[in-house]
Nanobody, 125 residues
Framework: QVQLVESGGDFVQPGGSLSLSCAAS????????MNWVRQAPGKGLEWISV????????RYAESVKGRFTISRDNAKNTLYLRMNDLKPEDTALYYC??????????????????WGQGTQVTVSS
């Protein structure tokens, strides 16, 4: 069974940090670009980052650039997102997604090969 399972979401105060993981099963992520997409309460999907299949190319949305770091471990079939200096506007359900090609800014689920169930990040004092 093909699955992407996100974990690591939590409640954190502004300025805090969190690390998210996305474990894949049923397929190998090494041939896919991997992405993080989020959805804040009452808002649409927002693409936030992509990493190429080999891990050499990275891109971030302006809203998270300099604070978030995407990485991957193909041997562990896992994608990561390190989030620093979290802000209340980072509160969202965070999804990981696998895409056939390396693209930037794509947030629609139907543009991705595989899509996870999400992990909740809440930033509040």
């Amino acid at each position: 069974q093909v699955q992407l399972v996100e974990s690591g979401g939590d409640f954190v105060q502004p300025g805090g940090s969190l690390s998210l993981s996305c474990a894949a099963s049923g397929f190998t992520i090494s041939v896919y670009a991997m992405n993080w997409v989020r959805q804040a309460p009452g808002k649409g999907l927002e693409w936030i980052s992509v990493i190429s299949a080999g891990g050499r190319r990275l891109r971030y949305a302006e809203s998270v650039k300099g604070r978030f770091t995407i990485s991957r471990d193909n041997a562990k079939n896992t994608l990561y997102l390190r989030m620093n200096d979290l802000k209340p506007e980072d509160t969202a359900l965070y999804y990981c997604a696998a895409s056939d090609v390396y693209t930037v800014g794509v947030a629609a689920p139907n543009e991705y090969r595989y899509w996870g169930q999400g992990t909740q990040v809440t930033v509040s004092s």
